[in-house]
């Protein structure tokens, strides 16, 4: 659940509670005269290209570009 903060208050503590959100992946909302007027989340880390994911993680073995000796049979 979020938390919700005053924007005077929040003005004053502003690099703090930046802290905190990064931190504890909790969103913090401000208000304003009672009402809601925005939110701190945490940023998301964007996902890594899936290029080169497996790099050093697999390993060919044998030739995987050279014909293979099987005869394949077409249906028509």
């Known amino acids: 659940m979020d938390s919700t903060i005053k924007a005077s208050e929040f003005k004053a503590k502003c690099l703090k509670l ?8 909790e969103a913090l909302t401000i208000t304003k005269n009672g009402k809601a007027i925005a939110r701190l989340v945490p940023l998301k ?17 044998g030739d995987i570009e050279s014909p293979i000796d099987v005869d394949w049979k077409v249906q028509q």
């Open 45 to 61: 880390a964007e996902p890594r290209s899936l290029f080169g994911l497996h790099e050093g993680l697999i390993e060919i073995l």
């Open 18 to 25: 930046m802290d905190e959100v990064a931190a504890t992946g």
